[in-house]
């Protein structure tokens, strides 16, 4: 097995990104299915010619080198994924040789170690996303098999792949050095670029096509031999077949008949083969699209692939020439919207979650040539060969499939629902429709020759004799339906069609009114929703859950009962709604995977419990979440109220407690390094939500606050204070106002903090302040190019800017949320600026105890600045400054913690 070095330290993450929207999907699906093998991505070539595989280990360095994308893992942050890419991964080819089988003894070992090497898992959180095995199979002959995770690669990545390595192997091999052009940009740019583009609101349009497009579709499937299982796998199994010689030609012979492209042609056929097979007067599947737009694009390796829907209207009446149009008209539809990412279409079309079936689409559809053009490099030649696919991510796919050794039809299965006969028909009917079209020409989709892979579906005769059932079943959500006379009244049993795309709790009612249309009326008690119908019908009463018209469920006998009323809040937050039943589904009121990621580690932090996404599927209400989370919370004895403005950060050891103001990340971060283990809290007087009102108030008054709470908390000195910047000021002035009721201080630390009478002193030079504006420009710039600043905020920084009105503008066009300062939130900058002003027009007594000052580059030191900005005529000998060039704790980066650490213990030692 070739390895990647996954050991690294920190300091190795050179960047950090939000993932794409293709990512997301990807990563959320790994999480729901750890190591998930429908995810991995297997790339076959024959390497023909000298083979060298020193040569070709380099060219995959130098490929894993040159793209980002290649040296990334991917982490969770605040609950949400982000992706960092590594300076550097180590790479080994693995070598086998098989040269001493021969024939079909030869091919059998193939296909086994392609089978191998693709069903090993990848763990994201490492980096090492792509692996290769190169097989000898004779002295000038050998196979190269490359396996990537999907989230950093996707099909047209392939010939991408295929050309550099190719290039780079060629090059290695003359003793050349591979001359490869510069990328235009990394896959970590796309992925900002995208995120800034989303939230623009340009979507917009596109939703709104697709809200239609998909409005009251059916789930389309074809139907199975097996039971579904509870939950799908990714078990997968495979059949293809030749298609005729001439396929290419006759296929573009009827798209230039049609003015259309042979894809639509392909679309078609396919869908009208798949009607005879189903009778479905609606076929939908799914299709890939590469979603790269941009020039700029075309050479980067990543996962662009988007995937739509193609709701194809598939009548018997039809004619061939009409539903190629009607195919045509879908296509170019999801094309010129094709921006709207599969996972947000999920969301705009809020399908009942159903474990056993994949959203949306039970299969894909794929016609195309193979990425990578067979080509010589050299001394050798790469051709693209069948690959092995891990895992199947639907029920079915159908690829057909160009290569230079001509056409085939290839359908991927989940063996668990389909038998092999069952594929074969199907393969051998779509072949014959194909053939029959390229003969015949027009005629209609009624008459095409059916292979009987599958007879038409039909609605159950059950009800044939009883005029509400049938009007029930007249309605296409609807696959069977019966009515029985309970002493609870007469009650409707029903079975939906395969997953509709639609809230299956919403069905009782739409069919109570259907039943109004069809005059009816409304005699019925109520409708439950079963998975199927029994024989007997007198069985029914004690016969699956009643969905709609339900009585009051009683009150859950829950003993946490904030456990409940807790996840409500957190659901009211993330759903922006007030009102949140209990019985409904997390997904049906707005939720989605993202969400549902924030939603279970804010879950997992407030109450200590395991809880996976996965869970969130399978008790997706608040009723089922608590009864699935209630055992894992022991009852308590005794409530025991806490004070929410003092919140811990490390409880353990005996050294001298740090009290940090309205600071947690610093405190934290540097505890790592204590070289004993010391207590730690941070006080703070607002969250965001609560606490002090912002009300005019002086600085010291403000001080005097903290001071209070600090006392609450540890009633005794000595106390160690911590502030950074503005928060620095509060906690010297909670450390006199301690210090004045009799209570030893042990001293202050505090970070690139002004003295208020120095910095206006600044303020009043011309000069200095020129140079201050100046450096702090310098900061604000190093800041956005290191990530750790975005561009709005250093913008929105300079009242000049702001003033213009551009920033307001680009607001009202969605390009921004807001006008801002800083990457605070609106509450945080809020609070920062109140205690800012305050802060700005007091002047500071003199100071008797001791303070550590930690001066980073942040704060100027040139000529003209005091080494402590102003406190050495406060402290005087009580001061000790230092100077570390960052502290920091931005977005993931984390920088100076270590030597913060030194200096807090060599001050309390001194």
Known sequence: MNVINSQFDPEQVVAEFPLSTTQQQFWFLDQIHPGNLALNVAVNWEV???????????????????????????????????????????????????????????????????????????????????????????PDRARLMTVVHHSIYDGYSIGVMGREIGTSAAAFAAGKTPDLPDLPLQYGDFSLWQRQYLASGVLDEDTAYWREQMKDALYFEVPTDFPRPKARNTEISYLNVALQDDFAEA???????????????????????????????????????????????????????????????????????????????????????????????????????????APLISMNFKLQHVFMEDETYGAFAMVSKP??????ARDLDIVIMGRPSGWRLNIEYAPNLYKPETIKALLEMIKQSFAHVFETGNLTLGSLPLVQAKAPAKKSAQASDDPIALALQSHPFVANAVTV????????????????????????????????????????????????????????????????????????????????????????????????????????????????????????????????????????????LVAHLAPQIAPSAEAVETDWRVEPIRTDGEGQQIIAINDISLILNASEHFSESRPSVCVRLFDGQRGIDQSERSFLEIAAEYAKVIEAHQPQGPYLLFGACVHGNIALEAARHLQAKGHEIAGVVIKDCWEPGYAAGIHADKTQRRREK??????????????????????????????????????????MDRVRATDMTAEQEGFVEYISQARNVYRPEPLGFPILHVVTRITPTSKGFLPSIGWEKIAGANLRTVSIDDVSVVKGQISGTDELAQQIEGFLAR
């Open 48 to 138: 023909q010619g000298v083979v060298c595989a020193t040569s070709l280990e380099r060219a995959y360095r130098l490929v894993i080198a040159r793209h980002e994308v290649l040296r990334t893992r991917f982490v969770e942050k605040d609950g949400a994924p982000v992706q960092q890419v590594l300076d550097h991964a180590d790479f080994d080819l693995e070598v086998r040789d098989i040269t001493d089988l021969r024939g079909s003894a030869q091919e059998a070992r193939l296909a086994e170690i392609a089978a191998e090497v693709s069903r090993y898992p990848f763990d994201l959180s490492n980096t090492g996303l792509i692996r290769a095995t190169l097989v000898m199979t004779g």
């Open 251 to 357: 296929i573009d012979r009827v798209a230039k008949a049609n003015k259309t492209s042979p894809f639509v042609v392909g679309a078609a056929v396919t869908s009208a083969a798949l009607h005879r097979v189903t009778g479905a007067e609606e076929v939908l599947f799914g299709t890939p699209i590469a979603g790269r737009q941009d020039v700029e694009l075309e050479p980067l390796i990543g996962p662009f692939i988007n995937h739509q829907v193609l709701r194809l209207p598939t009548r018997a009446s039809d004619s061939l020439k009409t539903h190629i149009a009607q195919t045509k008209t879908v296509v170019e539809g999801a094309l010129v919207h094709q921006n709207l990412p599969f996972s947000k279409l999920v969301e705009v079309v809020n399908p009942v979650r159903d474990a056993s079936r």
């Open 387 to 392: 690959t092995f696919t891990p895992g199947a």
């Open 485 to 624: 006379q309970q002493t609870r009244g007469h009650w409707g049993y029903v079975t939906a069609n395969p997953s509709p795309l639609m809230a299956l709790e919403t069905l009782p009612q739409i069919l109570m009114q259907h039943l109004c249309d069809q005059g009816v009326g409304t005699p019925l008690a109520g409708i439950s929703v079963l998975t199927a119908l029994p024989d007997d019908p007198a069985t029914l009463p004690a016969t699956g859950q009643v969905v709609a018209l339900p009585a009051k469920p009683a009150k859950p006998a829950n003993p946490q009962g904030d456990l409940e009323q807790g996840i409500m809040s957190i659901w009211q937050e993330l759903l922006e709604h007030r009102t949140i039943p209990t019985d409904r589904s997390f997904f049906e009121l707005g939720g989605h995977s993202l969400l549902a990621v924030r939603m279970v580690a804010r879950i997992r932090k407030e109450w200590n419990v395991s809880l996976g996404v996965a869970a969130i599927y399978e008790t997706p209400t608040i009723k089922e």
């Open 774 to 815: 100046l450096y702090a420009l310098g900061n604000r710039m190093r800041q956005v190019r290191k990530k750790r600043m975005s561009l709005a905020a250093m913008l929105g920084s300079y009242r000049i800017v702001r003033k213009s009105g551009v920033l307001t503008l680009a607001t009202r066009l969605g390009l």
